[in-house]
């Protein structure tokens, strides 16, 4: 899936289809009435590219956004995906205008994502990252590795829950953001990279 958006006038196609999809296997498997362990890694991932992928190219949106037209396009692709997205996460915080008015305890509260998107990335650096999924006899028990301990449905339902939590705190800065000069259409972009309707009907967080 591709979608258009013009910036400054120059039109520009960008593919979707790694945040719809993996929406979409993130519904079907949470549509199944028991999830086993092969569902929970696929689960965990999916959910990961969901947000890794949607805030990447919300922060590319808003750099185009903001930036001058003198600046090459392609250059600020280039090195604005070369910066890892949770440091573009705290750049947005820290450095972009936000208009508060009265819901600053809001603000410091929401504050705490960057803390949850490095506990919500752990789960999926260890499975990418070929860690061991498995279970060992010592002296006639069995032992659990970390990656195995984590699959079960207290850990699925707290993933979720981080996922929410992120994504809400990304919505309530955008929300505040401040447009000045170039309109920005935030509800687009609400739409397209910080939806939570996929998570709906789950029974999960």
Known sequence: MKSKTSYFGLAETESDYLITSRRQRCRDLLAQPELDEEDMIEL????????EVGLNALFRRLTFW?????????EIIDQVDDINFKDKAALFLYYAHFNFENRIDQAKNHQSILDKMAHFSEIRN???HG??????????RP???????????????????????IIKGMTFYLEHLESVGQELNKEDLRKRYLDLSFLDQTKFG
């Open 131 to 140: 860690h061991s999924i498995s279970t060992f006899i010592l002296e006639g």
């Open 126 to 128: 260890q499975l990418l």
């Open 44 to 51: 965990y991932i999916a959910l990961h590219v969901v947000l």
């Open 143 to 165: 032992h659990d590795s970390n990656a195995r301990r984590k699959m079960n449905p207290k850990t699925l339902t707290k993933q979720i829950e981080l996922f929410r939590d």
């Open 66 to 74: 903001h930036a001058q037209p003198v600046f090459d396009r392609r």
